[in-house]
């Protein structure tokens, strides 16, 4: 049996509007009056720093791990990988890059949704300073926005693990294909919950090319669990605090220390922070506005005068 049939499921993922909106958990609709509020705090801060999570990338379907009921951990039986495991263990590391093989094409054409798109149109405008993101999908760059900062890096780019070579993730999917011809059906099969079920003998047989400068092991440029964000990206971000005037965090739980980093660095300077996001965050107490809403409910909304025209 050729692997595409073992691994034949039926994904609605990435179909339409009903399917992106599967990965976004449960609601209640935007007040308007928190909408004004939000747009005076930007009104009055013109270089403000955006902190964008997972929150905003589950409108353009792509789980995120923590989200109640559908979020990756409530959906399936998957756990983000942990640096160590893929450093240490082959089999790791072959099970890691064969189920982002068969992922990697519906992943790579995930569209930007109405927020992504309209933080590109604020950055234009000169609304806000630049985006910080902890998601790794490109979908900020996807949207048009030019000053952004990847915390976690970007599953876009795979990296040596022992010298400088890096090579784009499309041209590595090439490679892979062509180490991988059982795999030919398998790369559009997807489940609907974002996970990946390949059987063992499929995932014993993966050939992972190895560093054509050095012979070294590959892995996308992301910062996995228990790794560390290099230090230059930290001070960076660091530095674009400073230069702020406030922070507006969007989809973003804080849980992560990375993210809630930066809410207490502006909190330091004394400076403002707005947050939007349908649950609760780790840094609630510390927000000057907290809206507790689906981002794409709010921030698409923001400065859109023709909307304005229409309501007057």
Known sequence: MRVGQLLRFRSTAFRGSTARQEYVPHHKPVVEDDIKRLEDFLMSKPNVLVLTGAGISTESGIPDYRSEGV??????????VQHMEFVKSSAVRKRYWARNFVGWPKFSATQPNATHHALARFERE??????????????HSKAGSRNVVEVHGSGYVVKCLSCEYRIDRHEFQSILASLNPAFKDAPDMIRPDGDVEIPLEYIENFQIPECTQCGGD?????????DSVPRS????IA??????????????????????????????LKLPVAIVNIGD?????????KISAKCGDVI????????????S
């Open 71 to 80: 979020g990756l951990y409530a959906r399936s039986n998957h756990k983000p």
């Open 126 to 139: 000169e609304r806000v300073q630049a985006v910080v993101t902890q998601n790794v999908d490109r979908l």
């Open 218 to 226: 590959l892995k996308p440029e992301i910062v996995f669990f228990g």
């Open 233 to 236: 990206r930290l001070d960076e």
């Open 239 to 268: 530095g674009m605090v400073y230069n702020s005037d406030g922070l507006l965090v969007l989809g973003s739980s804080l849980l992560v220390f990375s993210g809630y980093r930066v809410v207490l660095q502006t909190k330091d």
């Open 281 to 289: 965050t780790r840094a609630d107490h510390l927000a000057d506005i």
């Open 300 to 311: 698409p909304k923001l400065f859109d005068f023709r909307s304005s025209k229409r309501a």
